[in-house]
């Protein structure tokens, strides 16, 4: 059950916000925590028992060591640390890493081991790393031993349970006990239904269209074009993005409808003028867990220029295998993080109008320096290319494609790769061409493609969900707006498909 489903938005929406609400409201506090928690588990029981069985190990796990950490002197702290962060990541690695490891031990030895397919829990990717967070704050005493409810509340809130942002335990459990925040709030509540909404039309209308296109292109990468790749790549990048960060203004909008803000996981980052700039607008929960937990305790930039950049990559390196098991995984993280090294090396600087002095690796300024609406095209254009590797199969799949960009080919495949748009949603196109003269159906769907990828390219240029609903008025231009659009959002939901990071 996802939140682009009839059976989220109709039943399980509304029982858990009235519930919430009523319980709150009759000063049941406890109940309430016992009925959210529960909800919650539900939630993630619809993706599969058995995932729901391995949270639940993970959770009683990591608690049990908060627990012993309360009984040990402060030497001891360390050890449980070790053997905390040791216990998750060895979780992950069982569900997510071991074929691949065993994979590339059988390529270069020919050793010929094999292990039986193991279905990756959804989501474990993040509560993994919101209880390794946990852990290490415990021992660092920058975390409470919380109640248990408390902890299993906070790990398994829904909102962010299988598609993040990784939250941490102090911005959550603070609100959770704050009960001025469990009282509703005709303005929160209004906010986060239109977050809810411009999420949703995001994933199913914009997102799951463009995926047609994406999908189709990467299944037949073979026998792609020139031009047939370029608007493949540009479908699968506007695609991942509208359905993450879709998502994610979904999660937020059902939490703001319950009292709660989650912390920001997305800031336009196509607007970004640099690699560097787009990362701390990208994902930015999880750059943030890997600054404060992996970048900073390797030294950060405190051990000289050298050092750092090897801290960057071993960093980005991390951020690619984190999303997936795969060399290409990895190539992309390395890609981004040579690119965000080029950035703190000071060669080639963005003139953004900013008085502020930056401090570069190797100079004091940048050899020159170019206008931001350059800095903007080419971080595009290089993420663009980056995502190529993220979406490919296999580096001979990725390479294939590459070739395929950059020498001129046309066999004429772009007609069928827009073809894949043949859906009831689009009907309105087609009557709108017709009407003008436009017969061909070829035509047509090239046309309705080549609209989709100017939709959502205007979408990224405009103000965010965050700068949208906080500048709102209430007014009936407004109502009659948001209605409209998630009718025809709920209209879509018959060709909805998953959330990319599902499966991270």
């Not at 990725?398 to 004429?412: H, S, V």
């Not at 017969?439 to 965010?464: H, P, Q």
Request: proline fraction near 2%; hydrophobic fraction near 50%.
């Amino acid at each position: 059950m996802g939140f682009n489903s009839f059976t989220f938005i109709l039943l399980f929406l509304p029982v858990l916000v009235a519930g919430w609400h009523i319980l709150n409201r009759i000063h049941k506090y406890t109940v309430a925590d016992g009925f959210l928690t529960l909800m919650s588990l539900y939630f993630y029981y619809t993706f599969g028992a058995s995932f729901l069985a391995i949270l639940i190990v993970s959770i009683c796990a990591n608690y049990l060591i908060s627990f012993i950490m309360t009984k040990v002197k402060d030497n001891s702290l360390k050890a449980l640390k070790v053997i905390g962060v040791l216990f998750n990541l060895g979780l992950l690695f069982y569900f997510k890493y071991l074929g691949f490891f065993v994979d590339n031990i059988n390529a270069v030895s020919g050793a010929g081991i094999s292990v039986k397919e193991i279905l990756m829990p959804v989501g474990i990717s993040f509560y993994t790393f919101g209880q390794i967070s946990f852990i290490i704050d415990r021992a660092k005493g920058e975390a409470e031993h919380y109640p248990f409810l408390t902890y299993v509340m906070y790990t398994v809130y829904f909102p962010k349970l299988i598609q993040g942002p990784i939250a941490f335990h102090k911005e959550m459990i603070d609100q959770f006990n704050n009960r001025e925040l469990r009282q509703i709030n005709s303005d929160t509540f209004a906010k986060g239904l239109m977050s809810f909404i411009i999420g949703l039309s995001k994933k199913v209308i914009l997102a799951d269209t463009l995926a047609r296109v994406a999908n189709y292109g990467f299944e037949q990468a073979y026998y792609l074009d020139t031009l047939t790749v370029i608007a493949v790549m540009l479908a699968y990048t506007f695609q991942i993005y509208l359905d993450f960060s879709g998502y994610c203004d979904m999660a937020n909008g059902v939490s703001l409808m319950l009292g709660i803000e989650l912390p920001i996981n997305f800031n336009s980052p196509y607007k970004a003028s640099s690699a560097k700039e787009l990362w701390q607008r990208w994902h930015m929960t999880l750059s943030r867990f890997f600054i404060k937990y992996v970048y900073i305790p390797l030294g950060g930039s405190r051990k000289g220029k050298r050092r750092t950049v090897i801290n960057v990559l071993i960093v980005f390196v991390l951020s690619g295998l984190w999303h997936g098991a795969g060399w290409t995984y990895i190539c992309w993280g390395l890609m981004q993080g040579l690119l965000v090294v080029w950035d703190d090396l000071g060669i080639v600087g963005v003139d953004d109008g900013s008085s502020k002095k930056k401090k570069y690796l190797l100079r004091e300024k940048p050899f020159f320096t170019v206008p931001r609406a350059v800095g903007n095209a080419l971080t595009f254009f290089m993420f663009v290319v980056s995502l190529v590797f993220f979406r490919s199969q296999d580096l001979a799949h990725a390479f294939g494609m590459f070739k395929r960009a950059f020498f001129w080919t046309y066999p004429g495949f772009l007609t069928r790769t827009a073809g894949q748009l043949e859906i009831s949603e689009n009907y309105v196109f087609r009557q709108v061409f017709t009407r003008l003269g436009i017969g061909s159906a070829d035509t047509v769907f090239l046309l309705t493609m080549i609209i989709y990828i100017l939709i959502s390219a205007f979408v990224m240029t405009r103000k965010n969900t965050g700068e949208i609903i906080k500048e709102t008025r209430y007014d009936l231009k407004t109502v009659a707006f948001y209605t409209v659009l998630f009718i025809l959002s709920f209209i879509s939901l018959s060709n909805v498909s998953t959330f990319i990071y599902f499966k991270f």
